[in-house]
């Protein structure tokens, strides 16, 4: 049993301290369809992080504060390269996993719409077993991703794709699940409606990372997922434009009350320059420096910590 990074594979016990969900290199103006962004959105606010030397120096800080590894979640279609994420996990020192999958429709290379799902599942298998291009490079996870208030149109073909990769190759599906008021689906997490089908593609739920989940919580509902075999990921923190720290320290405490603590994850979903140390945010370091201290003032041991940042991801992306 064997975790796949940029280098090659990793026993479990190798992960160590996880980040999840991050960004490391990515640009979202090489989208191929930028005009379904919509009008008002400016190329300034896109993702991107594409400056070698500073995201180096970034990992380096993650390491030094005790981080071991970040899953990095930039698919193609948008800045995914798989010999640079190589070169900076030398560099750093730090194991980096990479994606195969799809973003949201504005991002999907045009061969999403040209493809069978069949077809499309099989170039996704080749990705995890075979490796990217010519480099041999292979990643680690596969990613579905919904920007609408439905599971409808090329996201959907390209979650039936994922789901048979995921049958396939037994690794995890991480998922995008924008909470937006926009869309008014129950909970405020469109993995509800994602579990439905992987479900009925024969997915086992365990497999499954509901993402973004503290963007508009509803703990009925991320306890519901849980208790269908989800993992249950907490993946914005420190963006409080979307919820408090301190109320989501609440809520990982309440699930872990309520029993869930092996379905939990943590991380920040960095993206943007301004978020960065080097852009005056805080980095992958947040969740060390700013998190973790909140969790521990309202009483979260240090063994359901070492839970939440190594024993929950190493089992979530371990391939079975």
């Known amino acids: 049993m064997v975790i796949q990074t940029v280098l090659g594979p990793i026993s479990p016990e190798q992960l160590g301290v996880c980040l999840p969900h991050e960004h490391i290199w990515c640009d979202q103006r090489l989208a191929p369809r930028q005009e379904l962004f919509g009008v008002t959105r400016s190329t300034s606010s896109y993702m991107k992080l594409n400056d070698y030397d500073r995201m180096c120096a970034e990992l380096i800080a993650y390491r030094e504060a005790g981080g071991s590894s970040v899953v990095e979640v930039t698919c193609d279609g948008w800045g995914r390269d798989l010999d640079v994420l190589a070169r900076l996990s030398a560099a750093s020192g730090v194991h980096i996993v990479a994606t195969a999958g799809f973003y949201i429709e504005p991002c999907l290379p045009a061969f999403v719409a040209e493809w069978t799902v069949e077809r499309l599942a099989d170039h996704l298998t080749r990705e995890i077993e075979a490796g990217v291009g010519d480099s041999g490079r292979r990643c680690g996870v596969l990613k579905s991703a919904i920007h609408r208030a439905r599971v409808e149109g090329l996201e959907l073909k390209g979650l039936r794709a994922v789901a048979i990769a995921q049958r396939r190759t037994g690794v995890a599906i991480t998922s995008h699940t924008t909470g937006g008021r926009r869309q008014e689906v129950p909970g405020g997490t469109v993995g509800v409606l994602q579990l439905e089908i992987l479900r009925a593609e024969g997915v086992d739920p365990s497999r499954f990372i509901v993402g973004h989940v503290d963007e508009r919580p509803d703990i009925d509902v991320l306890c519901g997922l849980a208790e269908a075999g989800c ?39 960095r993206n943007r320059d301004h978020e960065m140390r080097y852009g005056g945010g805080t980095g992958y370091r947040h969740l060390f420096d700013c998190f973790l201290p909140r969790l521990r ?24």
Not at 242 to 267: K, N, V
Not at 297 to 320: C, D, K, M, Y
């Open 231 to 269: 993992f249950i990921q907490f993946d914005v923190i420190g963006k409080e434009h979307w919820l408090l720290d301190e109320t989501r320290a609440e809520l990982i405490t309440a699930m872990i009350d309520r029993g869930y603590l092996a379905h939990l994850l943590m991380s920040h979903d």
């Open 297 to 320: 003032r309202l009483g979260v041991s240090p063994a359901e910590i070492q839970h939440l940042l190594v024993t929950n991801p190493a089992r979530a992306f371990t391939r079975v």
